[in-house]
């Protein structure tokens, strides 16, 4: 695999869409255009000039079908500023991306993240392919949840770098991540997460710590409706910003009810309880399917993993477990069930299939059913 080196001109002109873009691994060096970004309106002005007055991007179907957002490219660059202000103090001089552009995410981190730090940046699709350079002793990684499992395959590269900054969103972090940050060392490596969707752009933003930090509300973002300190336990989180996205009739969102339930914990900041459409509730006790996932991936040795929510005609809810097996490990529905015995919930049915229908950032896609290679035995 070999990146195909774009100027910033031919990379936007080509669009966030294209082929070429989203599917191949490329380059882009800014670091040849000038000064950051920040520091040079002249340059702003021009980037702004070739991206599209709005651009479409579409949800990623993990709550239902997908649906299109507009937005504008003001929005865009100005979400992009707040990004770079989390990297800007790490001083990276790389940055490698796994974020499609297709995807806000991606278009924001991938494209005009690296153009407004004056950094080269390498966009590399694929799980399996070859690293950049190792000139760059100060790297920023844009990642999904994946990225930790390539990163840490690629122990070599990592060796000659000095700081490694890695933002990651989109999705709950992966038990590798905190196996990575221990791995490299917390001196040398920051993790910022954004929370946030297509609709609503970034919400809010944490550096990761063991202890799970609250999160904290971007400066142009605020609660809306109904939330309030005064209102004991968890609520819907309700956004409202002037990054809010476009309906496709033009019309701008004032507020946002996201499939989110946080605790506030302060005027500014919040700690996520979970997303409605991945609760559960079994036997009285009720189970956040994301998190049931990353314990599952840390015990069972399979390519992917997913809990889907089922109803249930004796206990009204339960989960079905879905599991992509490794081509060099022999799995069964037994072997699984014997695996997963630390977990305190057990499926109602194990499949074993060839594959799970998730978005190219990792999202579990709400169509996801049960294409399976066997089924397994009710428990």
Not at 48 to 68: A, D, H, K, N, Y
Not at 236 to 244: A, D, E, K, Q
Not at 262 to 279: A, D, I, N, T
Request: hydrophobic fraction near 40%; charge should be neutral; proline fraction near 7%.
């Amino acid at each position: 695999m070999s990146f195909t080196e774009y100027t910033p001109t031919e990379l936007l002109r080509l669009g966030l869409d294209h082929p070429k873009i989203t599917d191949s691994p490329w380059t882009v060096r800014w670091n040849e255009v000038g000064a950051p970004v920040l520091a040079r309106t002249d340059i702003a002005r021009r980037m702004l000039s070739l991206l599209p007055v709005i651009t479409r991007f579409g949800t990623s179907g993990s709550t239902g079908e997908s649906q299109t957002w507009l937005r504008t490219r003001e929005q865009l660059w100005t979400e992009a500023g707040l990004l770079a202000g989390l990297l800007a103090a790490d001083r990276p001089q790389g940055l490698l991306s796994f974020a499609p552009p297709r995807h806000l995410y991606g278009a924001l981190a991938t494209v005009l993240l690296p153009a407004l730090l004056g950094v080269p940046v390498w966009y590399r699709p694929q799980y399996f392919g070859a690293m950049p350079p190792t000139g760059p002793r100060r790297w920023a990684v844009v990642a999904v949840p994946w990225t930790f499992s390539i990163l840490r395959r690629n122990a070599s590269w990592l060796t000659g770098i000095d700081r490694l900054s890695v933002l990651h969103s989109t999705a709950i972090l992966p038990e590798a991540a905190g196996q990575f940050v221990s791995e490299v060392g917390a001196d040398r490596m920051s993790l910022v997460e954004i929370f946030g969707s297509t609709e609503t752009g970034g919400v809010a933003h944490r550096r990761w710590r063991p202890d799970d930090p609250d999160w904290e509300l971007f400066p142009d973002v605020r609660f809306c409706g109904d939330l309030s300190l005064d209102v004991p336990g968890e609520q819907p989180l309700v956004v409202s910003s002037p990054r809010l996205a476009y309906r496709a009739n033009g019309k701008r969102l004032e507020c946002w009810e996201m499939d989110d339930y946080v605790v506030k914990s302060g005027e500014r900041g919040f700690v996520f309880s979970g997303r409605r459409s991945r609760l559960v509730n079994l036997n009285g006790r009720r189970v956040d399917l994301d998190e049931l996932e990353v314990r599952a991936r840390a015990l069972l040795d399979c390519r992917d993993i997913a809990f889907l929510p089922i109803r249930h005609e004796m206990s009204g809810e339960h989960v079905e477990m879905l599991v992509v097996p490794n081509e060099d490990v022999a799995l069964t529905e037994s072997t699984v069930r014997a695996a997963l015995t630390a977990l305190s919930v057990r499926p109602h049915r194990v499949h074993l299939v060839d594959h799970i229908d998730r978005s190219e950032t990792g999202k579990l896609l709400k169509k996801s059913s049960f294409p399976s290679m066997s089924a397994g035995a009710t428990s």
